[in-house]
């Protein structure tokens, strides 16, 4: 019979039931609830405006939480190791989607770009599903092929072309924000996986040459540049809604306007549900309610990197490092975003901004490392029983 305070100790001090890491799980939920919130708030003068409701964008983002949630059970059920398995298929069918987006008639537009197919209440973005492809397929490389990643051609040169080729894709969207943070996501797992420094550093200036030439041959890109520089000089249109972003957080002071009180969402700051949700958490809830924020991202990605380093194979390693870091690095851009301290990018900032696709996934990819870190569990449980029975 289990001894009360052994009992205690193997379901709380380790944080786990069944397995599973319930710090990793808590933390997500916890900004998804805090996400469900701020989307009402920030939100609603802009649906009311649309839809004379001021609920209808809660709405929906309600119903994204239920599938994402699904998908969460579903992830955390399914052995990690069947995505290793399902990798080809997965990038066929995700090279498809990136194709039909394009179509006119199935690619739905917004705001000049088309990234999205419509199934119903849900407006699908294949390039959300693209990232979890392509991090299980480096994965997957990593994991077959280690004798290789040290070699610039045989290791580095193969997994740069898949990616090319799916990312040149994404950039006739037009999503400059996902190909920046997939490339980056992606280089870090072959640095990880073993790939010489060299390489990388290499690499990387490749990425940044033609990443100038994809700036520089869009005037809006040019203008967001100069934008970025000195947005004052242009507050009332290319540098207007950095500003409107800087006024929120200079209003929220130390402990906010108060929750819904936000004066920039009142139409001042474009996408103050989505892109730009974070001003408005700034704003309303403090500088307080950002570091609480700040603190339950900081706790999600301490977990999703423990699950990496301690998984039990190498495919579960880095599969849960691309997915800490995809998270990361969205975080990390988009708060560099609205704070000013890159040039503004398309990103939603995970659990917390208006989108289904990028909740869903986030949610599906949540599962995975806990799929990962029960694993992991289950490996080590037999030990540690048979210590415990130890006289």
Known sequence: MIRPFEYLYRKLIQHQVQGYDLILLGSALLLSLLG????????????????????VFLRNHLLHLALALAA????????????RDWVPLALLISFLLLILVLIPGIGHQAGGARRW??????????????????????????????????????????????????????????DFGSVVLIALTLLLMIFVGGAKPGHILFSLAGFALIGGYLIASRSYRVQRILAFLDPWED???AGFQIVQSYLAFGRGGWFGVGLGD?????LFLPDAHTDFIFPILAEELGYLGVIATMVLFAVFLWRAFRVSLGAGDEFGRYLAYGIGSLFGLQILINLAVVTGLIPTKGLPLPFISYGGSSLVMAMLMVGILLNIG???????????SARSRRP
């Open 72 to 83: 969460l059970a579903i992830a955390m059920r399914v052995p990690y190791r069947l995505w």
């Open 36 to 55: 469900a919130l701020m989307v009402y708030s920030a939100s609603a003068p802009l649906s009311d405006r649309m839809f004379n409701s001021s609920v």
């Open 235 to 237: 507050r009332l249109d």
């Open 262 to 266: 936000s004066r920039q969402k009142m």
């Open 117 to 174: 197919i419509r199934l119903g209440f849900i407006n699908f973005q294949p390039t959300e599903v693209l990232k979890l492809v392509l991090i299980a397929n480096v994965a997957s490389f990593l994991d077959r092929r280690q004798d290789v990643v040290h070699e610039f051609f045989r290791g580095i040169v193969p997994t740069l072309t898949v990616m090319g080729a799916f990312l040149l894709l994404v950039v006739m969207q037009p």
């Open 374 to 384: 029960r694993q992991q569990g289950a490996a080590a449980g037999p030990t540690r």
